[in-house]
């Protein structure tokens, strides 16, 4: 069982359509991350955020826009995707660091198809 | 450019044999490297990890190699079992900061195939 829990598992959502991915640790990690990865391909970091403050941001589209409103829950806010957005987006968490190094821990992710 | 290469999409291995997952890197500022484990419909599990002042770290069945000379590292798995049948990916981590907000950068996966 995964300790990052996400919602919804699957959605499908047209080009005008407004959605939101939520994600959600009780573990006491205060880095969140979300992920996108296409098929065959590797997860691709998009977001970071650190203590609820963004700190990585990779030049990730606006029509992606994250939120995090406290330390156990992080959204990701969709507005006018496109086609090529379809993909499975992962949320990951992470203890900071404490001597040693703390591993991410990931979410089973949110399957999203754009009509 | 891929700056962590998996070069074998990949393995078929028998029951109860070794097997042996390798991955590449190119930038020497990567700090710690790890491997994880990917399920259809499932997000990737964390495996095993290794700082790039060791060579080797074990943990059961699982033991990670890192050749930092040759900017190499590879997962044995041993003996191998049909659980472990999945998709592995290998990471690196840049230097990590107190606030543990690293990214990590993935390989493109190896398909790990366990025969009975």
């Known amino acids: 069982d995964t300790e990052v829990t996400q919602t919804p598992k699957h959605l499908v959502m047209g080009m005008t359509n407004k959605k939101s991915l939520k994600c959600e640790q009780h573990m006491g990690h205060r880095a969140m991350y979300w992920y996108k990865q296409k098929a065959k391909k590797p997860p691709e970091l998009m977001f970071v955020y650190s203590y609820e403050k963004l700190s990585i941001n990779e030049s990730v589209p606006s029509r992606f826009s994250p939120e995090c409103p406290n330390s156990s829950l992080l959204n990701l806010h969709l507005h006018a995707l496109q086609p090529e957005d379809s993909a499975l987006y992962l949320c990951?968490?992470?203890?900071?660091?404490?001597?040693?190094?703390?591993?991410?821990?990931f979410g089973d992710g949110t399957r999203l198809s754009i009509l | 450019d891929q700056q962590v290469k998996q070069n074998s999409p990949s393995l078929s291995v028998q029951e109860g044999r070794i097997s042996i997952l390798n991955c590449d890197y190119t930038n020497s500022m990567f700090d710690y490297f790890l491997w994880y484990k990917k399920y259809p419909a499932e997000g990737p599990t964390f495996l095993i990890s290794i700082s790039s002042i060791k060579d080797k770290n074990e943990d059961g069945r699982f033991t990670v190699f890192l050749n930092k000379s040759a900017k190499h590292l590879s997962l044995h798995i041993v003996p191998s079992q049909p659980g472990d049948s999945a998709v592995y990916f290998c990471a690196a981590s840049g230097t990590i900061s107190n606030f543990g907000n690293e990214k990590l950068t993935f390989g493109t996966g190896t398909r790990l195939t366990i025969i009975p």
């Open positions: 990951a968490s992470s203890l900071h660091y404490r001597g040693t190094y703390q591993p991410q821990h």
